[in-house]
């Protein structure tokens, strides 16, 4: 049976508020958190987008949930010997309940120091280096490291846990999904895909953990809850891959049209009608998943915590 946990969204809502809905999930039952980490929200509306190594240092202190980022990019906006860092002072601040989702990012985080913005096949071989570098400074030992996309001199990391972070892969297509296999401590990804599951495991991620996450909207009112994903997080809709390449918020809102309202009726589960809560989760319980994460879009946080607390969450345990 999969861990249950919850699915922070730091472009949608401000630090404060966040550590607010990490308490409320420890509370309600949830096992885990997930934090996003942009730079910029997907669109104004969303309105928000902290610094994540911040937000996780006091999540810390707050909670006692096991915290992952779902995901970094440690390519191109961050280096990532300095992200190897951040990642280490996260999981000893947290005990060792820190692990590190990585993944290849989008142009409307990545590009903003005027990096040029590489195709998906140079993405994934920076990404590939990246875990490779910081492993070695997960280590503690001093690492100098000449290759294709990164240089490291001397550099050694001074606070580090007793054991190295565990590197998830977000995947989405086969090459990164072979990437995940054979270099990750275990693969995300936002759809119940028993087959991708499957060729995660059988191509070398034997029984590493698979996570997985949703975004829901409960409410009383299900055509308001409608109303509020179309107006949030229509970009979630948008087909091919636009989330990767658009390079701001104002080129995802010229796109808002695209997404109609009986098209989030359709994909996200809206409302609160307690069995299509309980469907969409099990449907990542029955692909195979170890943990499942789910997101509340919208205001209604406290409503969510307690609909879930008490017509969910004891659902799924069953």
């Given at each position: 049976?999969?861990?249950?946990?919850?699915?922070?969204?730091?472009?949608?809502?401000?630090?404060?508020?966040?550590?607010?809905?990490?308490?409320?999930?420890?509370?309600?039952g949830f096992q885990a958190l997930w934090i996003s980490d942009h730079?910029h929200p997907w669109n104004d509306a969303q309105g928000q987008s902290?610094?994540?190594?911040?937000?996780?240092?006091?999540?810390?202190?707050?909670?006692?949930?096991?915290?992952?980022?779902?995901?970094?990019?440690?390519?191109?906006?961050?280096?990532?010997?300095?992200?190897?860092?951040?990642?280490?002072?996260?999981?000893?601040?947290?005990?060792?309940?820190?692990?590190?989702?990585?993944?290849?990012?989008?142009?409307?985080?990545?590009?903003?120091?005027?990096?040029?913005?590489?195709?998906?096949?140079?993405?994934?071989?920076?990404?590939?280096?990246?875990?490779?570098?910081?492993?070695?400074?997960?280590?503690?030992?001093?690492?100098?490291?000449?290759?294709?996309?990164?240089?490291?001199?001397?550099?050694?990391?001074?606070?580090?846990?007793?054991?190295?972070?565990?590197?998830?892969?977000?995947?989405?297509?086969?090459?990164?999904?072979?990437?995940?296999?054979?270099?990750?401590?275990?693969?995300?990804?936002?759809?119940?895909?028993?087959?991708?599951?499957?060729?995660?495991?059988?191509?070398?991620?034997?029984?590493?953990?698979?996570?997985?996450?949703?975004?829901?909207?409960?409410?009383?009112?299900?055509?308001?809850?409608?109303?509020?994903?179309?107006?949030?997080?229509?970009?979630?809709?948008?087909p091919g891959e636009m989330g990767q390449v658009l390079p701001s918020?104002?080129?995802?809102?010229?796109?808002?049209?695209?997404?109609?309202?009986?098209?989030?009726?359709?994909?996200?589960?809206?409302?609160?009608?307690?069995?299509?809560?309980?469907?969409?989760?099990?449907?990542?319980?029955?692909?195979?998943?170890?943990?499942?994460?789910?997101?509340?879009?919208?205001?209604?946080?406290?409503?969510?915590?307690?609909?879930?607390?008490?017509?969910?969450?004891?659902?799924?345990?069953?």
């Amino acid at each position: 049976m999969p861990e249950y946990g919850y699915f922070l969204a730091a472009e949608e809502h401000d630090p404060a508020a966040l550590i607010e809905q990490a308490r409320m999930a420890e509370q309600a039952g949830f096992q885990a958190l997930w934090i996003s980490d942009h730079y910029h929200p997907w669109n104004d509306a969303q309105g928000q987008s902290a610094f994540v190594w911040s937000v996780i240092g006091a999540l810390s202190q707050a909670v006692s949930l096991p915290v992952e980022t779902a995901v970094t990019c440690p390519t191109v906006r961050i280096h990532p010997a300095v992200l190897a860092q951040a990642a280490a002072t996260s999981a000893v601040l947290t005990g060792g309940r820190f692990r590190l989702g990585v993944g290849t990012g989008e142009a409307l985080n990545e590009h903003i120091l005027g990096d040029h913005w590489p195709p998906v096949r140079v993405r994934l071989e920076m990404l590939e280096e990246a875990i490779e570098v910081m492993r070695r400074l997960f280590t503690g030992e001093e690492v100098s490291h000449h290759g294709k996309h990164y240089t490291v001199e001397n550099a050694r990391l001074y606070t580090i846990p007793d054991e190295p972070v565990p590197i998830d892969i977000s995947a989405f297509g086969p090459k990164a999904l072979s990437l995940a296999s054979r270099a990750g401590d275990g693969f995300i990804t936002m759809m119940p895909d028993r087959e991708a599951v499957t060729r995660f495991r059988e191509g070398g991620g034997g029984t590493k953990p698979v996570s997985g996450g949703t975004k829901v909207c409960y409410g009383p009112d299900r055509d308001e809850c409608v109303r509020t994903v179309h107006r949030l997080w229509y970009n979630e809709l948008l087909p091919g891959e636009m989330g990767q390449v658009l390079p701001s918020p104002r080129h995802f809102e010229q796109l808002h049209e695209l997404v109609t309202e009986d098209m989030v009726r359709e994909k996200v589960v809206c409302g609160n009608d307690a069995d299509q809560h309980v469907s969409t989760l099990r449907a990542f319980a029955d692909a195979g998943f170890d943990r499942v994460y789910v997101n509340q879009i919208g205001p209604d946080q406290r409503g969510f915590f307690d609909f879930y607390r008490t017509k969910v969450l004891p659902r799924l345990a069953g």
